[in-house]
């Protein structure tokens, strides 16, 4: 291009004047054609056929003309807007080139990567890897939890789709809400001894990292975040004229041509250029003043404050300009990033690079020399020996092996290495002397030869160079010399050379371009037999392409040229092909995106005429140079910089949106700079900057793109500070465009702003950007306010904030019916209705606790935001309340699956400080009071029909605590217990009245239970036997175990919590305790009767009774003939295994062990008295020897067994014990005198060693 009004997308160039008339041609001959219809028009209406056809062929014409003339305009359009990017381009490269307003600004906040949609998918898929147990991360159940929690409800959100689409999403964002989310969930969890909840969270938020980074390589992570944070450091001028050259669409070697043409290289000249502007300032400013030319102000008083900030503007220039060093010119502004390993070539961008030096090139060469044959040997006989030797310059000779001259072939080969691109090889043909003196062969003929890698590599003659008064004059020598190629020669050959920095003069020479490494290429010039380049150029930055012949330039036929900022390099060899073989092997070594194109025509002569091929994008024909130079010449003072200037921000704006950060439409340093020194420089006013940066801001935000609502509080706030003036640098002009543009995106911005509050969850989803609602709610304060210094009444914003959450209801309602795929049938099953409203009141319940968790940041702005987020959730509520109704309508009487959805609702609104006992709560409860009762009312009828039926057919089998009936009965008063309880009913009046009620239904049932057992029991022992037969049944443990269950189950069912001390001894605690005393008593009293059965058959040996003396005098007689077992033995062993198998049975079958021990108590005393009685009784009369050994034995047995039971020694030793202990103790005595050894052993003081 050197046409500023090419295209790069037309493919070609064109004239304007050929365009025109090409856009002239096509009307004409249409209005030919309209005159020709309009004459035969008669003769086309009286032949019918043909003249249908002859319409439809006009209308075809008529319509591929219309798209012609549409082609031809959008074409011509896309010229002028090529062009104005141009213009603007040449401004930005002055910039850029000599600043001296502006500084890249270091205090800017650091961007993040962007989320793409591919990084999403990988995302989700590490967390749900982490999920199904894949990953080799250890992590508790509780963390766990928190992943699945953040997973399901963020990372599976539409909205976290739509923020990652809209590019304003980075991973800090992913972090931050997981960190918000866990931080709430850890600040719930008890306190641990030794483990602080902050440790707990830094090792929460390290697990989460792992699983965010999966199996990446952490290297190579490390470095691209390194190279992707470049862009948002402070840029070299390299990498600024890299980044306006996409912004703008400039093609390299456009850049490199206006770099050239403007000679930004050239310090001198940027300040002269400055200059130049500054005083074309001050003249159209004076021009203005002299012509009254002003543009429209508000008021006509500013036309002098105008031309004052003109004036002022200029000045100020020329004194940031008047304030740089001479010496330096402007600033170098080489800011050298720090060299990385990772990437050199991309982070030093501007800088100059390393500069290769001659040693750094080297060449290494293998050269074949095969020596074939020697022809035209006359002046030796041929019977004599003749050899050749061969040698490269500066290295090794060799020598073939010796032939007859007559034969002279050889067929030899020699090897050579040299780092010489042009050596030189000798072969010289030597016959071996005859002379008795000769100390050398005689040399016959030479031949020196300069090969290239570009030589032919067979054998051919080469005329050797003799003496001069030799016969062989036609001495020739067959040979081949091949030389190899190393692989960093990229190309070689001869051509002719003109450069500004490097040769100088226009001559040829010997180059070769050499790969120094992966990215360094040279293009080298070489001498013979040296080894380094005579002079060398660096082909990083140019770019190479085709030319046509230079005038002037003798040598050479065809033309090529290498370009750069500051230099250009012209080329020349013989031929066409050499010529593309140069271009193709410079422009892989280049690098550069333009690839040339070889002309279509080679008819070009150097100077001597001929055709010329159409000029090349890189070529400096007359034409172009003046395309070039309109440019640059063009006056900055007399272009509207204003809308050049709008261009550029939109463009700028529009790279920084699609590039890899997470801008929110905040530039970068390096754009920041260029478009302040922009302004600064051609005079842009503040004002139509930023409302031009308001449009384009608000564009992308229509758009749902994420963009900083504080970014838009800055540009309105300091254009309304404009134009109310209240400027803080004091009053200035206003125009009356900037006034209207100014209320115009005053008017959009509220309707954006509106719109944003009413989409607030999908604006700012899940809270991010971070502290954006507040930043909105602000601005939207700050929109209502008519002027600078009134403020808003509080009741209007509150009012404005109302309106919008109202909608936002509404909306928010709506896509939660979408998402949930809820559609309202009013034939759906009741079972399916119902559980579509648990689903939706999930869904609702998650959206009120976002909105509570990430958009709350309003009370920070405002201190009603709380009281209107709450009307809000009401209103949002109210629209599930009419679904919820609906649903609750149709199902069946006496259902109760709706108690889980008020369980649902209830536990989320009791424990809202604004929604709990608000208008939906109430009418919730409204709703479900009926149901509570009504469901009582079946459960206390249920209970009791189950206790009378239970207890008719009840079996007294143990079951857990108790019997099936009892065991029945208090699970299913606990279950109601704790059903109602866990309603956690809100309204305190009718929540103790439902406890009252259970309490006391609880409390009579228990009582019926109690009556009912123990009625059982005496019916029981009423049929038991009082003989030592007696063991106590099951059925009656049963029956204990019942009553003491029902005591334990009474303090948590039947006692009412009043807040003081529990009282435990009610009603239902006496009955249960006088029953177990009647119980006990009874069962007492029957093993007392058995006992007193014992003693009674005891009595009949009383002394001076019959019985007593007829059976002494039997005993006594059978002894004398048969074994007679001792005496006592049998009754006394059938009550002591009595006692203790009972005892057994109480033990075992009976749960509770201090009633046990209390029933052992009361039988051991009601014992003791028992036998102290009946010896009292016969305190006169001598105990018979049955009788002593009887009760010796009977009390032994019995004080050891209870003993054994664990009675207490109080107990046991009792005045009872002690009475009847003594009185045994004195019948042993009295009848150890009498009878001797009549007791057979059986003795008190004994009683411890005696076998059981």
């Known amino acids: 291009m050197l046409d500023p009004s090419s295209s790069e997308d037309t493919g070609g160039e064109s004239d304007p004047e050929v365009v025109e008339e090409a856009a002239r041609k096509p009307a004409s001959l249409s209005g030919k054609r309209a005159n020709s219809s309009r004459a035969g028009g008669q003769q086309r209406e009286s032949a019918a056929p043909g003249g249908a056809a002859a319409k439809g062929a006009r209308d075809g014409a008529d319509a591929g003309e219309d798209e012609e003339r549409k082609e031809r305009e959008r074409i011509q359009r896309e010229e002028e807007e090529r062009k104005t990017k141009l213009q603007i381009y040449v401004f930005v490269l002055r910039c850029i080139a000599y600043p001296f307003n502006a500084k890249q600004p270091t205090d800017m906040a650091r961007r993040q990567q962007k989320v793409n949609k591919q990084q999403l998918q990988a995302v989700k898929e590490r967390f749900l890897a982490f999920l199904n147990g894949e990953t080799q991360i250890v992590a508790d159940e509780a963390f766990c939890n928190a992943v699945r929690s953040y997973y399901e409800g963020f990372l599976k959100s539409e909205r976290v789709s739509r923020m990652v689409q809209s590019g304003g999403c980075s991973a800090n964002d992913f972090r931050e809400v997981f960190k918000k989310n866990i931080e709430r969930r850890i600040r719930s969890l008890p306190e641990i001894d030794g483990l602080s909840k902050e440790t707990v969270l830094s090792s929460w938020i390290a697990k989460y990292d792992a699983i965010y980074r999966g199996e990446e390589d952490m290297r190579r992570q490390t470095q691209r975040a390194h190279l992707s944070a470049v862009s948002e450091l402070i840029l070299s001028k390299e990498q600024l004229y890299e980044m306006f050259q996409q912004i703008l669409g400039i093609r390299k070697f456009e850049h490199q041509l206006l770099y050239n043409a403007c000679q930004l ?150 090897d050579f290495t040299t780092t010489h691109p042009l050596p030189s090889v000798k072969v010289k043909l030597f016959t071996e002397s005859t002379g008795v003196l000769a100390l050398d062969d005689k040399e016959l003929g030479r031949v020196v030869l300069n090969p290239t890698t570009n030589g032919p590599k067979q054998a051919e003659f080469h005329r050797m160079v003799v003496a001069k008064n030799s016969q062989d004059t036609e001495l020739k020598i067959k040979l081949a010399v091949r030389m190899d190629k190393p692989p960093n020669m990229k190309h070689s050959g001869y051509l002719y050379t003109l450069g500004q920095r490097v040769w100088k003069r226009w001559k040829k020479r010997y180059f070769v371009l050499v790969q120094v490494s992966q990215y360094t290429f040279a293009m080298c010039s070489y001498r013979e037999k040296k080894a380094e380049p005579q002079e060398l150029m660096q082909l990083e930055g140019y770019t190479v392409d085709y030319c046509d012949p230079q005038p002037g330039l003798q040598g050479g036929r065809v033309f090529f040229n290498a370009v750069k900022e500051g230099d250009l390099v012209m080329f020349a060899c013989d031929d066409e092909p050499d010529r593309v073989l140069w271009v193709q092997a410079m422009y892989r070594a280049t690098g550069q ?319 809202d400080p604004h929604l709990c006992n608000g208008t939906f709560h109430k009418h919730l409860q409204d709703l479900f009071v009926p149901l509570v009762v009504r469901y009582i009312d079946l459960m206390e009828s249920s209970i009791a029909q189950s206790i009378h039926r239970g207890f008719e057919q009840e079996t007294w089998q143990s079951v857990n605590n108790g019997s099936a009936t009892s065991e029945d009965l208090f699970w299913k008063l606990d279950a109601l217990q704790m059903f109602v309880l866990d309603l956690h009913w809100p309204e305190p009046e009718f929540a103790k009245h439902l406890e009252q009620r259970l309490k006391l239904m609880a409390s009579d049932m228990m009582e019926a239970c109690v009556k009912r057992t123990k009625s059982a029991f005496d019916a029981k022992m009423q049929k038991a036997s009082k003989s030592t037969d007696f063991r106590v049944p099951l059925s009656v443990c049963t029956m204990f175990n019942v009553l003491m269950d029902a005591k334990k189950q009474c303090s948590k069912l039947c006692v009412l919590d009043t807040g003081q001390e529990q009282q435990y001894h009610s009603k239902i605690d006496v009955l249960i305790d006088e029953s177990f005393k009647e119980m006990i008593s009874s069962l007492i009293s029957k093993f007392a009767g058995v006992l007193d059965g014992a003693l009674s058959k005891l009595s009949r040996y009383d002394e001076g009774t019959f019985f007593s003396s007829f059976l002494s005098f039997t005993v006594k007689a059978a002894a004398k003939y048969v074994e007679v077992p001792k005496p006592g033995m049998d009754l006394a062993d059938t009550y002591i295994t009595f006692i203790r198998q009972n005892q057994d049975i109480l033990r075992d079958r009976v749960n509770d062990e201090v009633y046990v021990e209390d029933v052992f108590d009361q039988w051991y005393t009601g014992s003791m008295k028992a036998v102290c009685v009946w010896l009292t009784d016969r305190l006169d009369l001598q105990l018979h020897t049955y009788q002593l050994k009887t009760l010796i034995k009977i009390v032994k047995k019995t004080y050891r067994d209870f003993r054994l039971q664990g009675v207490l020694d109080g107990t046991l030793n009792n005045k009872s014990y002690e009475t009847v202990y003594n009185r045994l103790t004195v019948e042993e005595a009295t009848a150890a005198v009498k009878a001797g050894d009549g007791l057979q052993g059986i003795s008190m003081r004994d009683s411890d060693e005696e076998d059981d």
């Open 265 to 414: 290289d050239n310090v001198d000249e940027q300040a002269a250029q400055i200059r130049r502007e500054l005083d074309g300032r001050l003249q159209l400013a004076e021009k203005i003043a002299r012509e009254k030319k002003y543009p429209k102000f508000i008021s006509a008083d500013m036309e002098a404050l105008y031309m004052e900030e003109l004036r002022s503007s200029v000045n100020l220039l020329m004194a940031n300009l008047e304030s740089l060093p001479v010496s330096k010119g402007g600033p170098d502004f080489k800011q050298k990033l720090k060299r990385s390993p990772l990437n050199n070539s991309f982070l030093d961008i501007g800088d100059e690079g390393d500069i290769l030096s001659k040693s750094d090139v080297v060449l290494s060469f293998t050269l074949e020399i095969v020596i074939v044959e020697v022809q035209g040997l006359k002046s030796v006989a041929p019977n004599r020996i003749v050899y050749c030797t061969m040698e490269v310059e500066g290295g090794e000779k060799l020598q073939t092996d010796q032939a007859e001259a007559a034969r002279p072939q050889w067929e030899t080969q020699g």
């Open 593 to 911: 995106s333009y690839k040339p194109v070889p002309p279509l025509q080679n008819k070009t002569t150097n100077c001597r005429g001929g055709i010329q091929k159409p000029a090349s994008p890189i070529s400096l024909d007359p034409s172009q140079r003046q395309g070039v130079e309109e440019l640059i010449s063009a006056a900055p003072c007399r272009l509207d910089h204003a809308a050049l200037f709008s261009i550029l921000q939109k463009h700028t704006l529009q790279h920084r949106m699609n590039d890899s950060f997470s801008c929110l439409g905040w530039f970068s340093p390096g754009q920041v700079f260029v478009l302040d020194e922009y302004c600064a420089r051609y005079g842009v006013r503040g004002c139509h900057r930023h409302l031009s940066y308001l449009k384009g801001l608000m564009d992308y935000s229509e758009n749902n793109a994420l963009v900083d609502p504080t970014l838009l509080h800055y540009s309105y706030a300091f254009c309304v500070s404009h134009v109310h003036g209240n400027r803080p640098d004091g009053m200035g002009t206003v125009t009356a465009e900037e006034k209207e543009q100014f209320e115009a995106i005053r008017s959009r911005l509220m309707a954006l702003l509106d719109n944003q509050i009413t989409h607030f969850r999908y604006c700012f989803p899940f809270g991010r950007p971070d502290g954006a609602l507040k930043a909105t709610l602000s601005l939207q304060e700050r929109v209502l306010m008519k002027d600078i210094t009134t403020p808003v009444p509080p009741v209007d914003m509150k009012n404005l904030v109302q309106r919008c959450l109202e909608k936002a209801a509404r909306i928010n309602y709506s896509q939660l019916m979408e998402y949930a795929q809820i559609k309202e049938d009013s034939q759906a099953a009741p079972e399916k209705r119902l559980e579509d409203m648990m689903r939706l009141g999930e869904l609702c319940i998650d959206v009120l606790q976002q909105n509570d968790e990430h958009h709350s940041e309003g009370r920070e702005a405002f201190s009603w935001w709380p009281e209107l987020m709450a009307e809000h959730a009401e209103s949002f509520l109210s629209l599930y309340r009419a679904d919820m109704d609906g649903a609750l309508q149709v199902q069946p009487v006496d259902s109760w699956d709706s108690f889980p959805l008020f369980q649902l609702l209830n536990n989320f609104l009791r424990t």
